[in-house]
């Protein structure tokens, strides 16, 4: 027998985000697009490829993912092994049933579909993310993309300022003049991303906007959290000011139990955890410059 990895997503999910993830056979499979609860979850829904949907994935690198589409009707959406993507619309679920059987019988394999719009990484909409954070290369890009695009368009314009005027250009002294106009302009960044380092060096988490659970901890030593048990969140740091430093923050979240975990926007952006917490308030403490250690833990009353 057949089993393929099924998964579903609601409006509530990030892109890459799924629920109920499991290998399933035909049969199963089947039942679950026909009890999703499409009546509720395609309400107010956008028609794009991160859907209330239900998905399909085959070992070989194809998916069929099942979403809503205008009057009633379903979209169906392919991704074949090459990474593209291809459309189909159908007017009833009874339709949808048989391109699943048809997806199983045939190896994961489908014809017939039109091809969909340019998109940039169309399997991130399909593959599972595990939403997983810890300092690594992308954290410390995300921590100094300002920075580095500054550098670039210097950098940039420098280099047309040499190809211009050659022999009037002095790259040294124009170098020496970048390097300490970065130093005095980010130094207190550089400084905080060391001092966040320091703290959450070791540090884990796993979080994402549909789930109501996440884990934190160290990478040998976590823990699972629910989101219904915070009592509050707090950030301590300069958002929305007009600073070099304004995405420098140190949160706190705290727990019905009077338990407190403790991190910074070098483990996750601010951004990102907002997006976590979309229907929960981040309560924003302006602290000029929030180093880990000058944001102690909060007494409960």
Known sequence: MTLLISKVQYQRSEKGEFHDVAERSLA????????YPWATERSLADIKLSCPSVTIENPIGTYLKIGPYFS???SLYYLDTNDKVYLKVIPTLEDAVSFVQAYFEQK???????KYGFVVKPSTHFRTNPFEYTIGTRAIITFFRFPIYMMAAILLMLGLSYLEHPGRFNLIAAA???LWVFLLLWGPLIYLFFDYLLADENNYIQISRGHEEFVYGTIDNKKTYSKQDIVRINAYGLRYQR????????????????????FTSLLISSGALIEKFHDRGIRNNKKFFATSGSVPMIKLA
């Open 108 to 114: 994961g394999k489908l014809q017939g579909f039109e």
């Open 176 to 178: 020496e003049t970048m």
């Open 72 to 74: 009633g009707k379903f």
């Open 28 to 35: 199963d499979t089947i039942f679950l697009v026909l009890n």
């Open 243 to 262: 600073s070099l430093w304004s995405e420098c923050e140190v949160f706190i979240i705290t727990f019905k139990n009077g338990e407190q975990i403790k």
